[in-house]
């Protein structure tokens, strides 16, 4: 099921997410976007110095599943964060392998929201607490 982003969803996510811009669009809906979201450098629990991550999603098909998030910068290098994934892929808007986050449980508990809470908003939400907390076990870096 594809089902891009109204105008509407995307304005009340940039009441949360200021730097929301659309990346893509298809007529009047976003499908997909690009996002600066504040985080931590993560290579352990106690590394909780500020990072900015700018992110890449598409959007198409949030009503259903969680998209695979792209981290635009820092580079891959640079990025220590233990649930950000070695950039092995290429990222479709870039078109270059770019790194991508590790989503650990996150999608079980999307497909258990109601769909009226799979929202912009809240797939930006979660992509905050992935970025702004390290899990140690994950197998990411």
């Known amino acids: 099921m594809s ?39 993560g290579r352990m629990r ?12 598409s959007v198409r098909t949030l009503a259903t599943s969680l998209p695979p998030i792209w981290i635009a910068s820092p580079t891959d290098a640079e990025i ?16 270059t392998r770019l790194p991508t986050l590790c989503w650990g449980r996150t999608p079980s508990a999307w497909s258990g929201a109601a769909t009226s809470e799979r929202r912009l908003a809240n797939l930006l939400e979660a992509v905050r607490q992935v970025l702004a907390n390290s899990n140690p076990r994950s197998a990411a870096r």
Do not use: K, W
């Open 3 to 41: 089902i891009p982003i109204s105008s509407n969803d995307f304005r009340r996510a940039t009441g949360m997410f200021p730097t929301l811009q659309p990346l893509a669009t298809s007529g009047s809906d976003i499908t997909a976007i690009a996002v600066t979201i504040g985080g931590i450098s």
């Open 80 to 95: 220590r964060h233990v649930n950000i994934f070695r950039a092995s892929d290429v990222c479709p808007f870039t078109g």
């Open 46 to 57: 106690e590394d909780r110095a500020p990072v900015s991550y700018r992110i890449l999603a």
